[in-house]
């Protein structure tokens, strides 16, 4: 059977891609891929051409949005926190005794059923709100089996739901309590995980927690630089609260990205600009954390870094599924522009999670990923803050979000095409 081919219509097409980054005109896809996009009113040969026309003429298309820094996989959530921050503790002091520890336990205790159950149920909140592809990290295993699992599931979870995802390893999260030291633990994943994980193709990247008191800069240095030699691209959480040195690290080892960034140094961020290093930043992070620091957006953006914007969803730093929430922060945090932000949610965040070459741009051969909003152009997307402005959500050329509702059938034929492609 022929693929069908859709034109869609629209007066603020953002494609994300420098060469048109603006379009008031049509975009034409044929099965997952994207055919063109052009300025004016399309011919009647085009429209002839074409199976079905939507019309998005007063709605915002953009390339599907990218969600480049999740830890997706957990158990049991830590809403007991709350009480804590609001009489002043402060994340590390919280981390001591609960934190990350606890939701390790709970992620410990929990089937696989529920980890399942409860990764759809995020991934399906993610792609109402936007979001066609998204990194997702383990971390909240520590052991061998539960790190194993939590990186299996996010193999199977494509099978199950629309959003692509990209596997991370962040074994190095935080030393478990079998460890008497992060040494021993970093021995530990150098030597008995990095090849399992290598051996059963189950992480594209391994991440490292790199903060003082959880991995110094150099425990941090010895596992990136054995993931690199077992063939893992890297990504780094650094600086984010104590100035380590961490965003250097990742752009001296060429790191694929380096995140959170809040208190790195002008040294670094020209050392980030010269290796291309991503800066993924988590403003709704410093905002849930009820830290006034963001990271420094501007300066990095004037420095030539790449710079991405991420949803971090955890159970304790972010649990917030919304990518417009980081977008709604980096503008009124941040400071940065519409078009600033919608680049990051898409062409950069692509670059974060080594994917530039297909998706995060609207443009010819590149997938048919589109998130369109509710909204007439950019400015008012960022403007009308606090609502979902999703209205329509297309995956690999399949309209799975109708007028802000999955459809069931679309979400299916992706899933058929996804099982023949891979027979
Ligand atoms: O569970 O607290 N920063 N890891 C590093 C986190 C936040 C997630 C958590
Ligand atoms: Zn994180």
Do not use: W
């Amino acid at each position: 059977m022929k693929n069908k081919r859709s034109l869609i219509l629209s007066h603020s097409i953002f494609t994300a891609d420098p060469q048109q980054e603006k379009v008031d005109g049509y975009l034409l896809m044929e099965g997952q891929r994207l055919l063109d996009v052009k300025p004016g009113t399309p011919s009647e040969e085009v429209l002839k051409s074409v199976d079905e026309m939507l019309d998005f003429r007063n709605k915002t298309v953009c390339p599907g949005l990218i969600d480049p820094h999740t830890h997706l996989i957990f158990g049991g959530s830590r809403e007991n926190e709350l009480a804590l921050k609001l009489a002043g503790a402060s994340y590390m002091e919280i981390h001591k005794e609960g934190g990350i520890k606890s939701t390790v336990r709970k992620t410990r205790e929990a089937s696989l059923d529920e980890l399942r159950h409860k990764a759809l149920k995020s991934l399906e909140s993610m792609l109402l709100h936007g979001t066609t592809t998204v990194e997702a990290k383990s971390g909240y295993g520590l052991d061998k089996e539960t790190e194993l699992r939590s990186l299996r599931l996010i193999r199977e979870l494509p099978q199950l739901q629309a959003l692509d995802l990209i596997p991370t390893y962040l074994g190095a999260h935080d030393v478990p309590p079998e460890f008497d030291s992060a040494e021993q633990y970093a021995d530990f994943i150098i030597e008995e995980m990095l090849p399992l994980v290598k051996k059963e193709d189950l992480a594209q990247f391994v991440d490292i927690f790199c903060e003082k008191g959880i991995f110094e800069l150099e425990t941090s240095r010895r596992i990136a630089e054995a993931a690199k030699a077992e063939g893992f691209k890297l990504k780094i959480h650094a600086d984010e609260i104590a100035p380590l040195g961490g965003a250097g690290l990742a752009a001296d080892l060429h790191a694929t990205s380096a995140e959170h960034l809040m208190s790195i140094s002008d040294q670094d961020i020209h050392k980030m600009a010269a290796s291309g290093t991503v800066a993924v930043l988590l403003p709704a992070t410093s905002y849930f954390l009820m830290v006034k620091d963001f990271a420094p957006a501007r300066k990095m953006l004037e420095a030539g870094v790449h710079v991405a914007l991420a949803s971090d969803f955890n159970p304790g730093s972010s649990p917030c599924e919304n990518l417009q929430m980081a977008m709604f922060m980096a503008c009124y945090e941040m400071k940065l522009t519409p078009e600033e932000i919608l680049r990051a949610v898409t062409r950069e965040a692509a670059r974060a999670i080594s994917r530039e070459d297909e998706i995060g741009q609207l443009k010819k051969g590149f997938l048919a990923d589109i998130t369109v909003f509710d909204a007439p152009s950019p400015a008012y997307l960022l403007y009308h803050f606090g609502i979902n402005s999703v209205c329509d959500v297309f995956k690999s050329g399949e309209h799975v979000v109708r007028n802000g509702c999955i459809s069931t059938a679309a979400v299916a034929s992706l899933l058929a095409s996804r099982r023949g492609a891979e027979q």
